[in-house]
């Protein structure tokens, strides 16, 4: 009983912050709730856990869970920022992320699957310095590996990827407008 009530007094540090189930878009306490009766108390738990179980138990809805478990996906890549302190982006303290989070938020990339498809669009550019361009937007100092180079090839071979790539698929065909009589007539 010392041992689990030292465990509770523990000092929080950033990389709890940082692993935090509040650090999600679209997750509020009632969801944060939830998911800890399940057993998931942070992200890392979040991308582990069996999805279909997860959807299954909880019932919230497919595309919400999706987008955690992107969004999990890419802060637990990401990491905390050793060298900087957590950025306040919400008047709510529990949304803290690291510079790097902030600095691929400024270009729109807020899930890991947006960073594979930014890299490959950057990759399949014919624009002159796309590539280089998209791999500098983590690496101010021009170094010859690239973090953000690594953690998209990582982001890649991870289990999850190949399900929640196919589920963006599916959602961006599902989302799109349906076809005029003037796109028909073209056809």
């Keep these: 009983l010392g041992a689990v009530s030292k465990g509770l007094n523990r000092k929080i540090t950033y990389s709890d912050t940082h692993l935090s189930l509040l ?101 399949n550019s014919t624009t002159p310095g796309d590539l280089e ?8 100092k021009k170094t010859k590996l690239h973090r953000l180079c690594m953690i998209v090839g990582s982001l890649k071979s991870h289990s999850s990827m190949p399900l929640l790539l196919h589920w963006r698929k599916l959602d961006s065909k599902c989302t799109s407008r349906p076809p005029t009589p003037k796109d028909t007539l073209t056809e």
């Excluded at 709730?33 to 999805?51: H, K, P, T, Y």
């Excluded at 999990?72 to 982006?89: N, Q, V």
């Excluded at 361009?133 to 101010?140: K, N, P, S, T």
């Design 133 to 140: 361009d998209f791999h500098a937007m983590l690496d101010e």
């Design 23 to 123: 650090n999600l878009e679209g997750m509020s306490r009632y969801h944060e709730a939830r998911l800890q009766e399940e057993g998931i108390e942070n992200i890392q738990n979040l991308v582990s856990f069996d999805l279909v179980r997860l959807l299954l138990q909880t019932r919230f809805p497919t595309a919400l869970v999706i987008d955690w478990m992107d969004q999990a996906l890419l802060l637990l890549y990401l990491g905390p920022s050793p060298e900087a302190k957590p950025t306040l982006i919400n008047t709510d303290e529990t949304h803290l992320f690291a510079a790097s989070h902030m600095r691929l938020r400024q270009y729109g990339i807020r899930t890991a699957t947006d960073l594979i498809y930014a890299e490959e669009a950057a990759h």
